[in-house]
């Protein structure tokens, strides 16, 4: 049976490679609709997030990192142009990304920082370039793009800061579940239309 007659497999075998950050050719350009994927990518921030709640030792940055807010209006969001609403997951992956490498960093700065820890990190690296490919490929950065004066007319992206990692993995974790489940769910049913 070959790649082309299986889509399980195919499925399993981009699973397997985007987290790597290698292309996929031939993978279905709108695999995260297949809500087996966010939902695999939510599993491990929630993992994340319960591995560190209990940290104390090295679990502290040091200083405060900027992250989204991660609450949803959700009469708001609905009422939110579609390219307003992308614009606002493209940041907040942005600013999430920027805050775990500079986690990262920190953590790799520390006296021994603990394998596990290390470990959570690097998986949320990953998870965020395969989403951030993901959606690229189902074509929502065109629309965070063509939104007409976004970045002048938009409002701000609001923000806080957080100063540990389980905070850190709490807001990636409720950003998954919140704003980009919520765009990528409207996104693959205007695709479906």
């Known amino acids: 049976m070959g790649v082309r007659e299986s889509p399980t497999l195919l499925l399993l075998l981009s699973l397997l490679l985007l987290p790597l950050g290698l292309p996929v050719l031939g993978a ?22 319960n591995v560190t709640m209990g940290c104390a030792e090295g679990c502290s940055f040091g200083e405060n990192l900027t992250v989204p807010d991660t609450k949803v209006n959700f009469n708001a969001w609905r009422r939110m142009e579609v390219e307003q609403q992308a614009l606002e997951v493209w940041q907040g992956l942005a600013l999430l ?31 965020l370039r395969s989403l951030t490919s993901l ?21 701000p992206l609001r ?20 704003k980009l489940k919520l765009y990528t769910g409207e996104a693959c049913r205007r695709g479906d239309r």
Not at 29 to 46: K, N
Not at 101 to 115: F, H, I, K, V, Y
């Open 28 to 49: 279905p350009t709108r695999l995260i609709c297949d809500s087996r994927v966010l939902e695999r990518y939510i599993l491990e921030a929630r993992e994340a997030e």
């Open 97 to 127: 990304s920027e805050a775990i490498l500079r986690g990262q960093a920190l953590l790799a700065n520390s006296s021994q920082p603990p394998e596990t820890l290390q470990l959570h990190v690097d998986k949320a690296i990953s998870g």
């Open 135 to 155: 959606l690229r490929a189902l074509g929502t950065q065109k629309e965070a793009i063509s939104l007409p004066g976004a970045t002048a007319s938009a409002a």
């Open 159 to 178: 923000t806080f800061t957080v100063d540990t990692l389980c905070k850190l993995f709490r807001i990636y974790s409720n950003f998954l579940r919140g």
